[in-house]
């Protein structure tokens, strides 16, 4: 796709983003774009930067790390990705955001890396409401002991959840999951005190009606870059 064609996509999607938190009665601030470049050229990444996207999502970490040497420092990464505990040291520090937290075994290896490398890493807790066994993502069941964890963990800046629903063709069948994610957030925030500002749920099918369920971060890629190759 040609860049001009990228950018004219981007700015639609923004547009439709204000329209989905307009019809829910929410402030268009409220909601963020994280655009996902993987499999997406340095390029691409480079021209909607310079048109005014700042955060770009990235799956794979030794893609990630490639394009981050080609790119201004000014872009903000986040790791979306599953991400295996091999993998944390190429990660912590270099993202702004890791939301796939899935484990209390990562959760840890994350902690131990940020305090080694004395720094505060931001991060999501990915929940699988479905139970969904191929995919990734902490069981509620198993959330109490990792959410103690984080909360207690000097090194890691806990800042809310994460959703890949089931899929659906019709995206308002994700929606009672949209929904389950922003009360399971409620309860955490009371139980912790903690603020867990973040819900990042909503991709290219299904973004608006996440934001109308209160998504604060919305994950879009085929939307703005077109198909992706697979590799
Ligand atoms: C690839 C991916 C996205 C973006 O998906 P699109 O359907 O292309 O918008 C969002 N979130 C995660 C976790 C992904 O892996």
Redesign the pocket.
Known sequence: MQQADIIERWREVLRQMALAAHRAGREPDCVRLLA?S?LHGAQDILALFQAGQPMF?E?YVQEALGKMALLPAEVSWHF??HLQTNKVKSVVGRFALV?GVDSLKLARSLQGQAAAQGVVQDVLVQVNLAGETQKSGILEAKLPVLAEFLAASPSLRWQGLML?PPFFDDPDRARPYFARLRELAETLRASFGLPLPELSMG???DFEAAIEEGATLV?????IFGERDSN
Do not use: D, Q
């Open positions: 996902v993987k999502g799956n979306i990705g939301h890949m991709m290219t099918g994950r879009i890629g085929t939307r």
